[in-house]
T-cell receptor, first 116, second 114 residues
Framework: DAGITQSPRHKVTETGTPVTLRCHQT?????MYWYRQDPGHGLRLIHY???????DKGEVSDGYSVSRSKTEDFLLTLESATSSQTSVYFC???????????????FGPGTRLTVL | AQTVTQSQPEMSVQEAETVTLSCTYD???????LFWYKQPPSRQMILVIR??????QNATENRFSVNFQKAAKSFSLKISDSQLGDTAMYFC???????????FGDGTTLTVKP
């Protein structure tokens, strides 16, 4: 257990509403990631962060924004949720080695988001 | 860009028997790592095994071992003495060291039958 929590664990919301998911780590790791997992698919990277206020886009970033004001927290925001964003969202962290991320990622328990 | 292909959406095996899950990948990188993750019904992603691409020796973790064929870009997972608790979805993942990012396959659902 790498000390990663996600909140909320489940959320149901309506189309057009804003939603923020939180990832919290107790390990003080520099690198944090947000993925989504859809039925029949593996994890796809939404956004990632390599330090406080340092973030970058992944392969499926449209419709999502992120913020990292503290090392321990990485927030994922859906500004105006759509039904296509119904998914399970995973946060992950990785340690730092020689200034870059290590290869092994540790995952949080996931958040199931349903957009009606 | 990397791609990871798991060609077996579902597999089943009898308890105590051996099963092999397939994974192929496509990359032009030389510096990378490969992983197998297990995702039981609880949804938690659990690291099963890790392989460094520059090592020829296949990684082993207890009942789990891999067959890493770098030239063929193949990375299969063998589970020996299958147990009911091995029932889960298994994901193959490729880590690009230069980019610092991972690419996942679509998963194989494994059912261990009593």
């Amino acid at each position: 257990d790498a000390g990663i929590t996600q909140s909320p664990r489940h959320k149901v919301t309506e189309t057009g509403t804003p939603v923020t998911l939180r990832c919290h780590q107790t390990e003080n790791h520099r690198y944090m990631y947000w993925y989504r997992q859809d039925p029949g698919h593996g994890l796809r990277l939404i956004h990632y962060s390599y330090g406080v206020k340092d973030t970058d886009k992944g392969e499926v970033s449209d419709g999502y924004s992120v913020s990292r004001s503290k090392t321990e927290d990485f927030l994922l925001t859906l500004e105006s949720a759509t039904s296509s964003q119904t998914s399970v969202y995973f946060c992950a962290i990785s340690e730092t080695n020689s200034g870059g991320p290590t290869d092994t990622q540790y995952f949080g328990p996931g958040t199931r988001l349903t957009v009606l | 860009a990397q791609t990871v292909t798991q060609s077996q959406p579902e597999m089943s095996v009898q308890e105590a028997e051996t099963v092999t899950l397939s994974c192929t990948y496509d990359t032009s990188e030389n510096n990378y790592y490969l992983f197998w993750y297990k995702q039981p019904p609880s949804r938690q992603m659990i690291l099963v095994i890790r392989q460094e691409a520059y090592k020829q020796q296949n990684a082993t973790e207890n009942r789990f071992s891999v067959n890493f064929q770098k030239a063929a870009k193949s990375f299969s997972l063998k589970i020996s003495d299958s147990q009911l608790g091995d029932t889960a979805m298994y994901f193959c993942a490729f880590y690009n060291t230069n980019a610092g990012k991972s690419t996942f396959g679509d998963g194989t659902t494994l059912t261990v039958k009593p």
